[in-house]
């Protein structure tokens, strides 16, 4: 949701800490060159998956037994695949 719509994340966090503050989150790492890597080698991305799937599950299982307060994001939506 932070890289889709900023906005939105900083509207989730001004409403649990309950005020207003100025600023905008920051985009980092936004200029394109030469060389620049996007994404981890899909070899490292597979070496991950078994590990972040299970992490990522527990995470998943987390959120859905414990619900938070009314403005996070619910459902949370899921990590895309490494693939």
Do not use: T
């Not at 309950?18 to 985009?27: A, I």
């Not at 936004?30 to 899909?42: I, P």
């Amino acid at each position: 949701e932070i890289m889709e719509d900023s906005s939105m994340v900083q509207w989730r966090i001004r409403q649990f800490l309950g005020g207003e503050f100025p600023g905008e989150l920051p985009h980092s790492n936004h200029r394109a060159y030469e060389g620049k890597v996007e994404r981890a080698s899909l070899e490292a991305r597979r070496a991950l998956e078994p590990f972040f799937y299970e992490k990522n599950s527990e995470l998943y299982r987390l959120l859905d037994e414990n619900p938070g307060p009314w403005m996070e994001q619910r459902p949370f939506r899921r990590f895309r695949d490494f693939g």
